[in-house]
C-alpha cells in the first residue's frame, strides 16, 4: 500500500514591534531616560539595536564573511504600532522608510500580500474597552496602517494577543480577515458579506476559535504530552477533536535526513479540530488550528 505524501510544512516567524509615547505629556518633548544610556532614550536604543540592524542583516558565509546584506522585515509577518511609526518617521527616518519597502517588497513575491499587519491604535486591551472603543482602536489603526503602507490591512496585531467574541466579530466587520491570538498560533477567519445570517455564521465561527484555541492553550499544561486523541462536545453544538503526536521534520532539498536539534527536547504537534452545523439550518462547517510544543525529551 502507497503512502501519500507529507503536505509541506511552513513556520511563520512575526515580528511585534511597540513602544508607547514616550513624551513628556506637558512639554510634547521626549526628555532623557538615563536607563537607555548611552542613548538619549530608550526608542533611540531599541532602534539602532533592533529595528535598525533588522532592516539591514548580515548574511555570512562559513569564514564569517558577509555574503549579502538584507531587510528582515521583507521575509517575515510584522507588525509595528503607530505610536512607534509615528516616532520612527520623525527620528528615525532611514528605518522608517526601510520598514515600509520591506511591505511593498513582500507585496511583490507574494501576489499582492504584505508582511505587514495592523495594530490597534493605542494598544489598549481590546477586551477591556466598550464596545465604541473597541470600534475605534481597530478603526484608528486600520487608518494608520492605510496612510503609512498605502493599503488596506489583511490582519490585525491585538495588544497582549487579548482577545473576546465581540473582538472577533468587530474585526471581521471591518474586513480584517485574521489576527494572532498567541505567539504560536494564527487564526484565519473568512470575510463574509454582510447578511444577518453571514453574521450568525461569523459569530459561530469566532467561538469556534476560541474553543480551539482554549484546547490548544491547555494541552501539555497539567500532563506531559502523549501521542493520542481526544474528543469532546461543547453546548451540543461544537464537536472537537485534539490530536498529538510527534512533530516529524522532513529533510531539506538536497538533504538525506532532517538536522536534528542538539538540544534534549522533544517537538510536538498539536491540532484541534472544531466542527459545527450539518443540520437543515446550517451546513457543515469545521476548523482545524495546529501549534508546536516543546518538552523536555523522554529518556528511553
Known amino acids: 500500500m502507497s503512502v501519500p505524501p507529507s503536505p509541506p510544512r511552513a513556520i511563520c516567524v512575526h515580528g511585534h514591534f511597540?513602544?508607547?509615547p514616550r513624551e513628556n505629556p506637558w512639554l510634547d518633548y521626549l526628555e532623557v531616560e538615563d536607563g537607555a544610556a548611552p542613548f538619549h532614550d530608550w526608542n533611540a536604543r531599541i532602534t539602532?539595536?533592533?529595528?535598525?540592524p533588522n532592516c539591514a542583516?548580515?548574511?555570512l558565509d562559513a569564514q564569517k564573511r558577509i555574503r549579502a546584506v538584507t531587510n528582515n522585515f521583507s521575509h517575515i509577518s510584522f507588525d509595528v504600532g503607530p505610536t512607534l511609526l509615528s516616532w520612527m518617521a520623525?527620528?528615525?527616518p532611514e528605518v522608517y522608510a526601510q520598514i515600509l519597502e520591506a511591505d511593498r517588497l513582500s507585496r511583490e513575491t507574494r501576489g499582492g500580500h504584505g508582511n505587514a499587519l495592523a495594530q490597534a491604535y493605542n494598544h489598549t486591551i481590546l477586551p477591556l474597552d466598550t464596545r465604541r472603543d473597541k470600534v475605534t482602536q481597530i478603526?484608528?489603526?486600520?487608518?494608520?496602517?492605510?496612510?503609512?503602507f498605502g493599503r488596506d490591512p489583511e490582519g490585525m496585531w491585538l495588544p497582549e494577543t487579548a482577545v473576546?467574541?465581540?473582538t472577533l466579530a468587530l474585526l471581521a466587520?471591518?474586513?480584517?480577515a485574521f489576527t494572532i491570538l498567541a505567539l504560536s498560533l494564527a487564526v484565519l477567519m473568512r470575510i463574509f458579506s454582510g447578511s444577518l445570517r453571514n453574521a450568525d455564521v461569523t459569530r459561530d465561527q469566532a467561538q469556534a476559535v476560541a474553543l480551539a484555541q482554549s484546547l490548544l492553550a491547555s494541552a501539555g499544561v497539567e500532563a506531559t504530552l502523549v501521542p493520542g486523541e481526544s474528543t469532546g462536545v461543547l453546548d451540543d453544538k461544537f464537536r472537537w477533536l485534539l490530536r498529538v503526536s510527534p512533530f516529524v521534520q522532513e529533510p531539506r532539498p538536497g538533504e538525506t535526513e532532517a538536522v536534528r536539534s542538539p538540544l534534549p527536547l522533544d517537538l510536538w504537534e498539536v491540532a484541534v479540530r472544531v466542527g459545527w452545523g450539518g443540520d437543515s439550518r446550517l451546513p457543515e462547517r469545521a476548523l482545524t488550528l495546529t501549534t508546536l510544543r516543546v518538552q523536555p525529551a523522554t529518556t528511553p
Not at 139 to 148: K, L, P, T, V
Not at 173 to 176: C, F, K, R, W
Open 48 to 52: 539602532a539595536e533592533c529595528y535598525g
Open 90 to 92: 520623525a527620528h528615525a
Open 139 to 148: 478603526r484608528w489603526g486600520i487608518a494608520d496602517f492605510r496612510h503609512r
Open 57 to 59: 542583516s548580515r548574511i
Open 173 to 176: 466587520e471591518h474586513g480584517i
Open 18 to 20: 511597540y513602544q508607547p
Open 164 to 166: 473576546d467574541l465581540e
